[in-house]
T-cell receptor
Framework: EAQVTQNPRYLITVTGKKLTVTCSQN?????MSWYRQDPGLGLRQIYY???????DKGDVPEGYKVSRKEKRNFPLILESPSPNQTSLYFC???????????FGPGTRLTVL | GQNIDQPTEMTATEGAIVQINCTYQ??????LFWYQQHAGEAPTFLSY????GLEEKGRFSSFLSRSKGYSYLLLKELQMKDSASYLC???????????FGTGTRLLVSP
């Protein structure tokens, strides 16, 4: 089944404890992206990747890192999480930039 | 987000027609998406408009006017399952970034 998977789906952590949210797609998509969704603010793009080894900042990249070593995987790294990073995170992918994006199921992160 | 405006909430009755508007900044614009998002779930694709005009897909249609910076999503024969948030999103020049509005929550009542 063609899909975007994210892990974990739920995570509660403490300030400063490094964490990684994984994202994987099995559709051979070139473009991948991370978003966070907060009430009243909608979906905001954190980072995106046009292809392997090509990543760039979105609108809210501060406090996040990403890597794209393989086409299928696009992990989101929080080196030192803070409470303002408590949010619902979505990974998405599309065949090419500008195409319809397929979203993962979301990761609900709470930073205490 | 980034000068994309859509109403926060709308209500409608089962079987009716509802139009959800979206206005956006025209500079650097390349196309407009509509996504549906049920509570607690991921957004799913509804439509993509690049050229002016109306595109119809079953009960859902989407309209775009590039010169006016305006789009709408038209939902006909509303069903209870259409209760969801509807997100409009613009594709910027270069197709690299997708910028979402804050979404319109639609409540369909019997």
């Amino acid at each position: 089944e063609a899909q975007v998977t994210q892990n974990p789906r739920y995570l509660i952590t403490v300030t400063g404890k490094k964490l990684t949210v994984t994202c994987s797609q099995n559709m051979n998509h070139e473009y991948m992206s991370w978003y966070r969704q907060d009430p009243g603010l909608g979906l905001r793009q954190i980072y995106y990747s046009m292809n392997v080894e090509a990543t760039d900042k979105g609108d809210v990249p501060e406090g996040y890192k990403v890597s794209r070593k393989e086409k299928r995987n696009f992990p989101l790294i929080l080196e030192s999480p803070s409470p303002n990073q408590t949010s619902l995170y979505f990974c998405a992918s599309s065949l090419r930039a500008g195409d319809e994006q397929f979203f993962g199921p979301g990761t609900r992160l709470t930073v205490l | 987000g980034q000068n994309i405006d859509q109403p926060t909430e709308m209500t409608a009755t089962e079987g009716a027609i509802v139009q959800i508007n979206c206005t956006y900044q025209t500079s650097g614009f390349n196309g407009l998406f509509w996504y549906q998002q049920h509570a607690g779930e991921a957004p799913t694709f509804l439509s993509y408009n690049v050229l002016d005009g109306l595109e119809e897909k079953g009960r859902f249609s989407s309209f775009l006017s590039r010169s006016k910076g305006y789009s709408y999503l038209l939902l006909k024969e509303l069903q209870m399952k259409d209760s969801a948030s509807y997100l409009c999103a613009r594709v910027n020049t270069g197709f690299q970034k997708l910028v979402f509005g804050t979404g319109t929550r639609l409540l369909v009542s019997p």
